[in-house]
């Protein structure tokens, strides 16, 4: 492509190597590496009338239980019966607000799981990074979401074999009729999958053949020209080997069904498919169907008829959704560019503008001057003076040589160094750096270029932000291509897991119920799916890990339990086990407090019972002694009477001596 740069006029090629500086590719890197920093969280919500009902139901049977919570215990004590289940109840009506906020049901908790696990199996991660790499390079991704093996899967398809309606009107191609996969297969692979018979397979060669000669007048058109400009050969050698192409078409239709209406004794509304009959009471009504069929060699239609597992909606069952997906940017009139391209032309510049930088540096030489020999000194020659000139730096002339002196200026300077034509190249080189920074959005701030010192951070935070806009509305088409898949998967869930639920069996410790025991219909509820961008993972972590110091600081989680919450790459798995965590240690504590106040109960009513012990003894050790005391004191009280009586006969006697002996001295006298 650039020949007539890297030759001369005379034909030889010039001294510099043509390189590619490759800098679009490090932009791709940067922006698919940001998608994969940017986690993500699948919901499934039950949004069909019915389903929205029997949650209201829920709700209120739940608020009922609520106003009745207060009278439950004076009915259990009449009737001797429980009247209210285990369940716990929400305190008030804010709580029960909350709650049913984020209530789902059995079947919406196996959905959600049943597609967060078929993530984890099927790689959708990859996936889902493999057709945003095809939108940033090409400028266009595809995938087809269907059922095997008895399990959703969703699968990449590259978009250079990819034709499709080019009459689309959005960017996903939601209203496309049709989509086409190309393949090239050998013919013995052809004659073993598609079955094919010797005619056939012989035919196919003849026609070969033919437009390998180019004898016959009849011969079809030898290339498949698709609405996007992409034209392939029906047949073409690899490595000596003959190849075939392979069209896998499917395209929308319509057929007409029957069907009769009849309703059952609750009220419920049926219909039952009555094809083939003619009865007056049937009703004919037109929906819409996806056929598919292989194309062999331009020739050969194997495997047509209507595509397996249409997922319909539950609100329009005459709809059918296509089990292709596309995302396209900037889909206007058939065409989309994608950053590669627009990259491309800025980048062959770059690259010119660097091969002629190599060529003035294989140009450059050094400085000098022109030394006239002839003014040579008598008896020297010009090694002499090249001596001289390195040694001493000192250049010898004989100005008087033949007798006439020399008016040339023999020390007459030229320049051979790199001129200032290589700063005009990088110059211009750094004004194509910064158009192409403007055109894929990826600054040198997002690249992680470190910027002046004496820039502020506003400054830079500010340049990120303006950068991530160039490219946020891919990184929006990229979320909703990916709700869209989703809640495709979501439906093929819905037909797979009737027939098969052991299938799904991982997911019963995810949902915490074996719903294996279970008799729940997913097919009678409508599901939407939501995939919902979790921030980059990379701030969101250092946040996180700062949340948890904290926690861990004060002493809300266990050094073990902040090393695993650190450990966990998912922030949202993180959070939960966060929060997991704090609430076991509210419930631990809550436990802890409650054996607390039953331990002081029980010390209480230990010491009361005591206290009531040493009451009794103190009431019976008074009682004794009051009896005791009354025994001593009538004791004390005989004594008393004694002495006493003891007393008064003393006196008397000393009375009746006191007479006795009056009586004698009269007697004498």
């Not at 890297?6 to 390189?19: C, H, R, T, Y």
């Not at 002839?374 to 033949?402: C, R, T, V």
């Not at 650190?566 to 086990?577: Q, T, W, Y």
């Amino acid at each position: 492509q650039f020949d007539f740069i890297q030759s001369a006029e005379d034909g030889d090629v010039l001294p510099a190597e043509w390189m590619n500086f490759n800098t679009i590719k490090k932009r791709v890197d940067l922006l698919t590496g940001e998608l994969l920093r940017k986690s993500y969280e699948i919901d499934a919500v039950a949004i069909n009338k019915d389903a929205k009902i029997a949650k209201l139901e829920e709700k209120e049977r739940i608020r009922v239980e609520m106003r009745l919570r207060g009278l439950s215990g004076d009915l259990e004590k009449r009737f001797g019966m429980p009247i209210q289940g285990n369940e716990q109840l929400p305190e008030d009506e804010e709580e029960l607000e909350e709650q049913f906020q984020n209530y789902k049901d059995t079947s919406e908790h196996i959905i959600t799981w049943a597609l967060k696990w078929l993530a984890r199996v099927n790689n959708w991660s990859y996936e889902r990074y493999a057709v945003y790499r095809d939108v940033v390079i090409a400028g266009r991704g595809f995938g087809k979401s269907e059922i095997v093996n008895g399990r959703p899967a969703f699968r990449r398809i590259d978009p250079r074999f990819m034709v499709f309606d080019g009459n689309s009107t959005d960017d996903f191609l939601s209203d496309s009729s049709y989509f086409g996969e190309v393949r090239y297969m050998t013919l013995g692979q052809c004659a073993q999958i598609y079955n094919l018979k010797k005619k056939e397979i012989e035919d196919v060669y003849q026609d070969y053949q033919q437009l390998n000669n180019k004898t016959s007048s009849n011969i079809r058109a030898s290339r498949f020209n698709s609405s996007q400009g992409n034209n392939f050969e029906f047949f073409k050698e690899d490595r000596g080997e003959l190849r075939v192409l392979v069209l896998y078409a499917t395209w929308r239709d319509v057929k007409e069904v029957s069907y009769k209406e009849s309703m059952d004794k609750y009220g419920m509304i049926h219909f039952k498919n009555v094809s083939g009959t003619n009865k007056k009471s049937t009703t004919k009504r037109t929906v819409e169907v996806w056929r598919h069929g292989t194309l062999i060699g331009g020739k050969i239609f194997k495997d047509w008829g209507e595509a397996h597992n249409q997922v319909r909606p539950l609100d329009n069952m005459s709809t059918s959704q296509c089990p292709y997906f596309a995302v396209i940017p900037n889909y206007l009139n058939g065409i989309g560019v994608s950053k590669v391209q627009q990259l491309e032309s800025l980048q062959n510049l770059k690259n010119i503008i660097m091969y002629n930088v190599q060529v003035a540096m294989s140009r450059a030489g050094a400085k000098g001057f022109i030394y006239d020999i002839a003014q040579l000194p008598e008896g020297w020659d010009i090694h002499n003076a090249i001596k001289y000139l390195k040694i001493a730096g000192i250049g010898f002339i004989d100005s008087m040589k033949d007798g006439m002196p020399a008016s040339f200026n023999q020390f007459q300077q030229f320049d051979m160094t790199l001129s200032s034509s290589i700063q005009q190249y990088l110059l211009i080189m750094d004004k194509v750096e910064s158009e192409m920074d403007s055109i894929s959005g990826i600054s040198e701030a997002r690249q992680g270029i470190q910027q002046g010192a004496s820039q502020a951070v506003g400054v830079t935070q500010s340049s990120l932000f303006q950068s991530s806009l160039v490219t946020e509305h891919m990184t929006f088409l990229m979320d909703t291509f990916s709700n869209r898949v989703q809640h495709h998967q979501g439906g093929l869930v819905k037909i797979a897991f009737p027939e098969n639920p052991e299938a799904f069996s991982a997911i019963i410790g995810d949902v915490g119920v074996n719903f294996l025991d279970m008799d729940i219909d997913l097919e009678l509820q409508d599901y939407g799916v939501f995939v919902t961008a979790v921030p980059q993972i990379l701030s969101d972590q250092q946040h996180f890990n700062n949340i948890v110091m904290a926690a861990l600081q004060s002493g809300q989680v266990s050094f073990p339990d902040a090393m695993r919450l650190i450990m966990e790459k998912d922030i949202r798995e993180g959070i939960r086990k966060f929060d997991r965590s704090v609430s076991e240690r509210e419930v631990a504590q809550q436990a802890k407090e409650r054996e607390l106040l039953q331990a002081q109960a029980a010390a209480s009513q230990q010491a009361q019972k005591s206290q009531a012990q040493v009451d009794v003894v103190k009431e019976e050790q008074k009682q004794e002694g009051q009896s005791k005391g009354r025994q001593e004191q009538g004791g004390i009280d005989v004594q008393k009477e004694l002495i006493k009586g003891r007393i008064a006969l003393q006196g008397k006697k000393m009375d009746n001596q006191a007479k006795i002996n009056e009586r004698g001295q009269l007697t004498r006298k």
